[in-house]
């Protein structure tokens, strides 16, 4: 599996090299927010979720509700599966109980239930136990991922988002990443990006923001037309969506196809105006990406600064981060070397 790093910065535990912002990881939701159905305060139930919580003994009643998963009744698996989801949240070491007593399995299977609430109990349930690094390659091996990618497509807007996050769970095993690039959610992810609410377009960015570290997913999430979504959110200044954004396009101007798409989508004259007037960490990250743009192409310099980038990046080389200051000097260097030379130099340098 061939795996493209950007690099210098640290997200999720990985180091990365380009692009270098300070204080990137923030950039990022650590995508690990449980949002679905609670229990109504009267419940019987409640009251013996709150006690089996508040006990250091919820062996027995795990054991129960892993049974109650595998019922013939639709409502006892939905009850079964929120009382799992809400036990594996509250409680870090019921995450690993949970596992250990057999509920991954039937967790899965209801995943492909038509019962959309079920559905949504039983993704919101596994994610809560991926949060557990133990359990994030018993959950994969158990064949979580393409039912995981399928919630993408049929799901409620809850359970698409975290099926969003526990594949982005799952990615953290580098393993992990072709399987799931394969399975078909890249295409689905991109979706939630571009029709997703914040949360979604937030959780969808961040997953793909892991699975485009190996190459084979970055021309998936490209052939998707991830680039249009990128481009419109990165234009959008007050959408809070700007960083996360741009690193994703970041990871992915890696690839000449997705240079392509970025250019063609009207990237340049967005990330000229982050340059101009976008937060420090996104002038940086506008610049890194430019620079990636530049360093191989003519016709991409000619575009950069005929959108008038010199004067914004001449402010950046002065005021700017030292890494910002650098990269904009050496994009500066870039685009004032002259644009002619022998007809050899022009034709091999002509192709983005």
């Known amino acids: 599996m061939e795996t493209e790093n950007p690099a210098n910065f640290t997200y999720m535990g990985r180091s990365f090299t380009e692009p270098s912002i300070n204080d990137d990881s923030s950039a990022f939701s650590d995508c690990n927010s449980d949002r679905s159905g609670e229990f109504t305060a009267a419940s019987s139930q409640s009251r013996r979720l709150l006690i089996a919580c508040a006990s250091d003994n919820s062996d027995e009643l ?8 595998e019922s013939c009744s639709i409502n006892e698996q939905k009850q079964a599966a929120m009382e799992l989801r ?11 109980k949970i596992a250990k007593a057999g509920a991954i399995k039937p967790l899965i299977m209801i995943l492909s239930s038509s019962d959309v609430q079920l559905q949504e109990y039983g993704v919101t349930a596994i994610l809560n136990l991926s949060l557990c690094d133990e359990n994030k390659e018993l959950i994969a091996s158990s064949g979580a991922i ?23 769970r799952l990615s953290q095993i580098e393993e992990n990443k072709v399987a799931i690039g394969r399975s078909g959610a890249i295409p689905l992810l991109v979706n939630l990006l571009e029709s997703g609410g914040f949360r979604g377009k937030k959780d969808a ?17 490209v052939q998707a037309g991830i680039m249009k979504p990128l481009v419109e959110l990165m234009a959008d200044l007050g959408s809070n969506m700007v960083d996360k954004s741009a690193f994703v396009a970041s990871v992915l101007v890696s690839v000449t196809e997705a240079r392509s798409a970025l250019v063609d989508e009207g990237g340049i004259p967005v990330l000229v105006e982050i340059i101009e007037v976008g937060s420090q960490r996104q ?11 530049c360093e191989d192409s003519v016709v991409y310099r000619t575009m950069v600064a005929r959108e008038g980038a010199i004067p914004p990046l001449v402010a950046l080389s002065q005021s ?9 000097e050496k994009l500066i260097e870039l685009l004032r070397q002259p644009r002619s030379g022998n007809a050899a130099a022009r034709a091999s340098d002509l192709t983005p």
């Open 62 to 69: 795990i054991r129960q509700l892993v049974t109650d998963l």
């Open 86 to 96: 809400l036990l594996a949240k509250n409680k870090p070491e019921n995450r690993i």
């Open 146 to 168: 393409r039912p995981l990618a399928r919630v993408l497509k049929t799901g409620t807007s809850t359970a698409k988002e975290n099926a969003a996050c526990a594949l982005l």
């Open 205 to 221: 960015s961040t997953a793909l923001y892991s699975l485009c570290s190996v190459r084979e997913n970055k021309i998936r999430a």
């Open 283 to 293: 002038k940086e990250i506008a610049v890194a990406i430019l620079l990636q743009l």
């Open 320 to 328: 700017g981060t030292n890494r910002a200051k650098h990269k904009a």
